[in-house]
């Protein structure tokens, strides 16, 4: 590396608050928001202990039920949001201080497979509530598809962003062209295929995450009926031949709701705050082990594991819903 800052704080910088989402539709949670209300809830006190949480919430029915759950522990913001999905509907957050600006990219449903009231106006509506400028990109980019080490690289897969339902009239380079014009990185590194039924097609942080500079954890396969195993290992293989340190951790192994089809559970979607990791976990005997290994990894954090079953039914998990605002 030449030694070029990126623009884009890596998420253990220190932050200012963290935002989170609320469950409002129904129909997106089979009907059902409390298991993923409950879930959320305690995300929500765990990560208070650490960073100020503001919770965007999209309608009246939301606030009342926010009110009763969280409204002690953090500060209940009422915007526009189709669901809680923040990363990828929320702003990126770019600079630091008085240089802070909120990137607003154009969000398109996962390709339109997703397409909720609310979600368009999200990242403007956050950017004002947190008074800072915006710069609006005619590209569409979800925050859960990059991920960065503050030092110029940026991780990526080709599935999600070379897909023809997101940017379907540019090319690779072009694409790495804006990613450097937005973030100020200078290596775009590109992993293949994200999990198995991950509507996201394929979000990077699903399966592989930065931990420090030039350091990047991933996930090995756990159990002999992983429905990952091969993409995991080509996961870690190409990682390993960017010439990256690298560690893994197990997956949650085969995650389903009782017809045997596997969604699209992962250790790697933990959320980086102030003095703590906030993990989620499914399936006692590999979580152990995940959170063993994510201790160590993160000496001088509070590695705090929480039980997100009820937020994957919505098809994600702790960072998919949360945003950081650098100080």
Request: proline share 7%; with cysteine.
């Amino acid at each position: 590396m030449t030694g070029l800052k990126s623009f884009l704080a890596p998420e253990w910088a220190p932050q200012a608050a963290l935002w989170a989402g609320w469950p409002r539709l129904a129909e997106e949670w089979g009907g059902e928001l409390a298991p993923a209300r409950a879930d959320i809830a305690a995300f929500i006190h765990a990560a208070g202990a650490h960073v100020p949480v503001k919770v965007a919430i999209g309608s009246d029915e939301a606030m009342a039920s926010a009110l009763a759950a969280v409204g002690g522990a953090a500060e209940l913001v009422r915007i526009p949001t189709g669901d809680i999905w923040l990363r990828d509907t929320g702003p990126i957050i770019t600079g630091q201080g008085a240089a802070r600006q909120a990137q607003v990219f154009r969000f398109n449903g996962w390709g339109g497979k997703y397409l909720m009231d609310g979600d368009a106006g999200t990242a403007a509506a956050l950017a004002g509530h947190e008074a800072l400028p915006t710069r609006t990109h005619d590209f569409v980019l979800e925050g859960g598809g990059i991920d960065v080490d503050g030092e110029g690289r940026l991780l990526t897969t080709r599935q999600c962003l070379l897909n023809p339902n997101r940017n379907p009239l540019l090319s690779e380079d072009q694409i790495e062209g804006h990613l450097r014009a937005a973030f100020g990185v200078e290596q775009i590194l590109w992993l293949g295929d994200g999990l198995a039924n991950d509507h996201t097609d394929g979000h990077v942080d699903n399966i592989a995450r930065f931990i420090g500079p030039g350091h990047v954890l991933c996930q090995h396969p756990a159990g002999p009926d992983d429905p990952n195993t091969d993409v995991l290992r080509e996961i870690e293989r190409t990682l390993a031949a960017a010439g990256l340190m690298v560690s893994a951790i197990p997956s949650p192994g085969r995650i389903h709701f009782g017809d045997g089809v596997p969604v699209p559970a992962s250790h790697m979607n933990f959320t980086i705050t102030n003095g703590a990791v906030l993990v989620p976990i499914y399936e006692e005997r590999y979580s152990a082990v995940a959170l063993a290994g994510l201790k160590a990894l993160f000496p001088g954090r509070d590695v705090i594991g929480l039980p997100a079953r009820g937020i994957l039914a919505g098809g994600g998990s702790f960072h998919c819903m949360t945003r950081e605002i650098p100080v």
